[in-house]
């Protein structure tokens, strides 16, 4: 195997290939906010996120901590683009004037469909395979007070029946994709290259067509 030669680099951000969700959230007035993110990890039963300080979606979970995280798949990318440049803060935090404009209603800008929820009061997003019903349990500043770590456990999950492994509660990896977010261009994922010991669906998964 050959060895790349390396260099000290500082590139301005380090989205080496993450997934993107979409957050449901509560505002003050009883209307919903949508917003896409790309810092979201997955720790047994809890999601970490990672949210803007000034944000819409952090000043709604610090005071109202019922959320959907809702999963996107690669063909959500240009509805995701649609609400990059969107905030639902009104008027725009400073540090986000020129470059986004304020939207109420954000499932509409993106084309996207909000669906009843089970546990929570938020709106799952239609068109994700996957949607996690949560609730904060810590909320943590950092960075200068720059972002927020928010811990969420997970209530109840969705999933849409052909990412299901038949007669199983497992997600079939063979055909769920998510979204990946790479140094700000999106993409899927390759073909698999191998599975982990630990993996319960090995041998039972079927190629996606």
């Given amino acids: 195997m050959k060895i790349d030669t390396h260099r000290v680099i500082r590139p301005s951000v380090l989205y080496?290939?993450?997934p993107v969700v979409l957050l449901t959230t509560e505002n003050a007035d009883g209307t919903h906010n949508l917003a896409p993110i790309s810092s979201?990890?997955?720790?047994?039963?809890?999601i970490v996120l990672g949210l803007g300080s000034e944000s819409q979606t952090a000043r709604n979970l610090a005071e109202?901590?019922?959320?959907?995280?809702n999963v996107a798949s690669p063909e959500l990318w240009e509805h995701v683009e649609r609400l990059a440049p969107l905030t639902g803060a009104g008027p725009v935090p400073e540090a986000k004037r020129g470059l986004y404009?304020?939207?109420?209603?954000?499932?509409?800008?993106?084309?996207?469909t909000p669906a009843a929820s089970d546990l929570v009061g938020p709106p799952r997003v239609a068109e994700c395979?996957?949607?996690?019903?949560?609730?904060?349990?810590?909320?943590?500043?950092?960075g200068g007070g720059l972002f927020l770590s928010v811990e969420c456990e997970v209530l109840r999950v969705h999933a849409a029946?052909?990412?299901?492994?038949?007669?199983t509660h497992h997600i079939d990896p063979a055909v769920w994709s998510p979204l990946i977010y790479n140094f700000r261009h999106y993409h899927g994922l390759a073909p698999e290259v191998g599975h982990g010991f630990r993996s319960q669906t090995a041998g039972a998964t079927v190629p996606a067509v």
């Fill in 64 to 69: 109202r901590q019922e959320l959907v995280i």
């Fill in 161 to 167: 029946e052909r990412v299901v492994v038949p007669g």
């Fill in 40 to 46: 979201a990890w997955a720790l047994g039963q809890h």
């Fill in 129 to 142: 395979s996957l949607q996690l019903e949560a609730r904060v349990s810590v909320l943590t500043p950092g």
């Fill in 101 to 112: 404009r304020s939207e109420r209603d954000k499932f509409a800008a993106a084309g996207l």
């Fill in 16 to 18: 080496f290939g993450t």
